[in-house]
């Protein structure tokens, strides 16, 4: 087996210290390799940056390490057992990298573990120690790799299939709460670490309907034998990362239940914290197993290019929200502003009109994981944008078929491709078998939806599940769509602000807008409006109340220059939607709600 060993001798200066043992290297030079990359988060991270010590011995003697890129190493010619020892800076408090202190330590596989290069599919075995800190003595361990050695949420050794299955079980360590639960047979355990508040009864309750329904959609029995939820909780932190029976989520303190919370009732905090939870057990299935051709074996080390990511995320996005719903989580209305905040979302984004959901897509490296103030003008999200072709794809084969057929069908076909041994698919797949699926060619419709910018016919498919869906302005800055029942701005300004200290930081410049027409630009800091002082209050009133056909003076900052603009602004955008529903009593729409 290849052996590694992972401890810290200094958790305080957030230093893990990682010894890899390899039996039988390669003679003519072993290779190692970090990867550049984690899978799900598709950007260049370069993790052995944060190596900063590494030694090598062989026999008892030192070893020799040639640096060849800036993720290799490679070990001269030599026969025996080498040992590498490494230390590792982990102070990324995210579900992508490693994280360590005196209160909890959190890491991926891809960011300490050297790939043994050309012995990938040897067994791996792992043992982790508790931090050497008399404050890290009461801690405890979570990870789903399978355990060979300790209790049960302790420290000890644990075994991998292959160095993939190594660096798909993140790993959580500190003090921590945990329950579990049952969904079709298969134990479910929640790990949360930080400082919370939390009804961890209705947290289970909740998390055991979502896991039910969507082992239920694809067919029992789970593509697992027990799953983990890895949460760590703080301020104001959000997000997700999928791995193959496990997922490691960041939530905020304050979307967790708070005890007293009535049961028929869910807060926008809880509800995003159960969708996030249902969107990473959705990738299960739809990314960890299903998944592009390309992604079976990606190469960790450089991009890897793909135009499905909108089907692997958007689909999973419309998922996420709606199986919250279909499980009883969440109430009709509640889903419906969820939808409508995602297509107000999209309508916001003139980059819609440049970019079609393929290209965002094939350009996350670079487009979407690195967004410039620009963004919201070049570029549109695959994740939103992918939801709503998946609406579109799931209310067109429900129209077509007469309410025989529907999205669940799609992905259920997928998912016996894969049980049937045929692993990854192409980019005209999901096209192609929606066609399947139909008996009748629509693969040049879903063609224009996925791969031409543009909008998508959404009042028409909605409307025949009896949805109407309506447009209006904007309450206010915060309003990010569905039910609003005061009176919308009057006036467009054209530009996403955020409040900071005594000056409004302009984020970016929409095209035309007018803002741009002023000359004002991202960066900017906007500090009087017509002679008092900016702030997001008076810049809503402003554009409520202000007259029209007339210019308006602002005072801004560009760097420690003074800029003074006239601004003329124009009639607000009916660009945030609400859903509504037209008929309580449609078996159409009781059978969207309901499957």
């Known amino acids: 087996m290849i052996e590694y060993r992972v401890g810290s001798r200094n958790p305080a200066a957030h230093y893990f210290d990682v010894e890899l043992k390899i039996d039988q290297p390669d003679p003519r030079g072993q290779l190692l390799r970090l990867p550049a990359w984690i899978p799900g988060s598709y950007m260049i991270r370069d993790f052995a940056k944060h190596i900063v010590e590494i030694e090598a011995e062989s026999a008892g003697r030192a070893v020799p390490l040639e640096s060849v890129d800036k993720s290799s190493y490679r070990l001269p010619a030599l026969q025996g057992t080498v040992t590498v020892r490494y230390r590792v800076y982990a102070w990324d408090l995210s579900v992508r990298g490693a994280h360590l202190d005196r209160s909890h330590g959190f890491f991926n596989g891809t960011s300490l573990f050297l790939e043994v290069v050309g012995q990938g599919d040897r067994p791996c075995r792992l043992y982790i120690e508790a931090p050497r800190d008399e404050a890290c003595a009461d801690w405890s361990l979570a990870t789903a790799l399978p355990r060979i050695e300790g209790e049960d949420f302790g420290f000890g050794r644990f075994e991998a299939e292959n160095y993939d299955h190594l660096i798909d079980c993140p790993v959580e360590m500190g003090r921590f709460r945990r329950f579990d639960f049952e969904a079709c047979g298969v134990r479910h355990d929640m790990v949360l670490t930080g400082r919370f508040d939390c009804d961890i009864e209705r947290l289970k309750t909740d998390l055991k309907r979502i896991c039910e329904y969507e082992i239920g959609l694809f067919g029992e029995p789970a593509p697992f034998s027990r799953y983990l939820f890895l949460t760590m909780v703080t301020g104001d932190d959000y997000g997700g990362l999928e791995h193959r029976n496990s997922t490691a989520l960041m939530c905020s303190r304050d979307d967790l239940p708070q ?337």
């Not at 969107?279 to 080390?301: A, G, M, T």
């Not at 009883?328 to 297509?343: M, N, S, W």
């Open 259 to 595: 005890p007293g919370l009535p049961a028929d009732e869910t807060t926008e905090g809880y509800r995003r914290f159960l969708g996030l939870c249902s969107h990473e057990y959705f990738h299960s299935w739809n990314v960890k197993r299903i998944r592009p051709s390309v992604f079976v074996q990606p190469d960790l080390s450089q991009e890897v290019y793909t135009p499905l990511l909108w089907a692997f995320e958007g689909i999973t996005s419309y998922y996420d929200d709606r199986i919250l719903l279909c499980s009883g989580c969440i109430r009709l209305k509640d889903y419906l502003d969820l939808l409508a905040q995602t297509i107000t979302r999209v309508r916001r984004s003139p980059g819609r009109l440049r970019q079609s959901a393929a290209e965002s897509s094939f350009y996350t490296w670079t487009r979407f994981y690195k967004q410039d103030e620009n963004a919201v003008n070049a570029i549109i999200s695959y994740y939103a944008k992918g939801c709503l072709i998946a609406l579109c794809i799931d209310l067109l084969m429900r129209q077509r078929s007469q309410g025989r057929l529907c999205l669940d069908d799609l992905m259920r076909s997928l998912w016996a491709d894969w049980k049937n041994g045929r692993i990854g698919i192409e980019d005209q797949t999901i096209q192609q078998r929606v066609n399947e699926l139909l008996g009748e060619p629509v693969d040049e419709l879903l063609r224009q939806w996925i791969e031409q910018p543009g909008d998508l016919p959404l009042e028409e498919l909605l409307e025949t599940v009896s949805i109407r869906l309506r447009w209006r302005s904007a309450v206010d800055s915060k309003d990010k769509g569905g039910r609003k029942d005061q009176p919308g701005l009057r006036w467009c300004f054209g530009a996403q602000v955020k409040e900071d200290r005594d000056e409004l930081k302009l984020l970016s410049v929409i095209e035309d807008s007018p803002a741009q027409k002023a000359g004002l630009s991202a960066g900017d800091s906007l500090v009087a409006i017509e002679g008092l002082r900016a702030n997001q209050q008076r810049l809503d009133q402003w554009l409520r109340q202000a007259g029209g056909e007339q210019d308006y003076e602002l005072i801004a900052f560009r760097r420690d220059e003074l800029v003074k603009a006239r601004v003329r602004l124009e009639p607000a955008e009916t660009d945030t939607a609400v859903l509504e529903v037209i008929d309580e009593q449609s078996p159409a729409l009781r059978q969207w709600m309901d499957q």
